[in-house]
């Protein structure tokens, strides 16, 4: 069965600092890959996705993401960060060419950005 | 204009309650959800229904019922509110079909508090 693992469950880092949140996933197929963000008090929000092409894929806000197939990772990338990044992210991974309905989420990174 | 909508936000009620959850959405999509969101804030899909099928995750209890008046509208009632049902429940939506590979737009959530 498909899973998402995140392992860094709180992160602190200073504004500024360089960020990395580590996924991996395990599945033996082709897969779709997401980041998400939840702000405090609000829904989800994408800020990336992967289906197909360059590894190397770019977001919203200065949030990037490479997709390792040989390591089965995503992780997720900022080289720095603010204060207003202060949320939750989610990984999440569903087989390519699927229902969305499909989709498998990590348990979630808690980033915290001391002013 | 908001893409998902669910109306309560919050809603706070006693144990043994029947309450319902509305959700809505504007972007034409065929296939809706319903995640559930713990206090560790593990997300889970609970059901994903379209025109033609309703996916029911056998985890869920059955005093959980979606309903679907029209594919814009996936609407949770909950019957005999427990503690343990206390969460904030997600609403999502996405358009399916054969060879799309699909993302979810969330709504802003409905935290539910039993007491």
């Known amino acids: 069965a498909q899973s998402v693992s995140q392992h860094n469950h709180h992160v602190i880092l200073s504004e500024a600092a360089s960020l990395e949140l580590g996924c991996n996933y395990s599945?033996?197929?082709?897969?779709?890959l997401f980041w998400y963000v939840q702000y405090p008090g609000q829904h989800l929000q994408l800020l990336l996705k992967y289906f197909s092409g360059d590894p190397l894929v770019k977001g919203i806000k200065g949030f990037e993401a490479e997709f390792i197939k040989s390591k089965f990772s995503f992780n997720l990338r900022k080289p720095s960060v603010q204060w207003s990044d202060t949320a939750e992210y989610f990984c999440a991974v569903t087989p390519s060419y699927s229902s969305a309905s499909k989709i498998i989420f990590g348990s979630g990174t808690r980033l915290s950005i001391r002013p | 204009d908001t893409a998902v909508s669910q109306t309560p936000k919050y809603l706070v009620t006693q144990m043994g309650n029947d309450k319902s959850i509305k959700c809505e959405q504007n972007?034409?999509?065929?296939?809706m959800y319903w995640y559930k969101q713990d206090s560790k804030k593990f997300l889970k899909i609970m059901f994903s229904?379209?025109?033609?099928?309703?996916?029911i995750n056998e985890t869920v209890p059955n005093r959980f019922s979606p309903k679907s008046p029209d594919k814009a509208h996936l609407n949770l009632h909950i019957n005999s509110l427990e503690l343990g049902d206390s969460a904030v429940y997600f609403c999502?939506?996405?358009?399916?079909?054969?060879?799309?590979?699909?993302?979810?737009?969330f709504g802003q959530g409905t935290r539910l508090t039993v007491v």
């Open positions: 999502a939506s996405s358009q399916e079909g054969t060879g799309y590979d699909t993302e979810a737009f």
């Open positions: 229904y379209n025109n033609k099928e309703l996916i």
């Open positions: 972007l034409g999509h065929d296939t």
């Open positions: 599945y033996g197929g082709t897969v779709n």
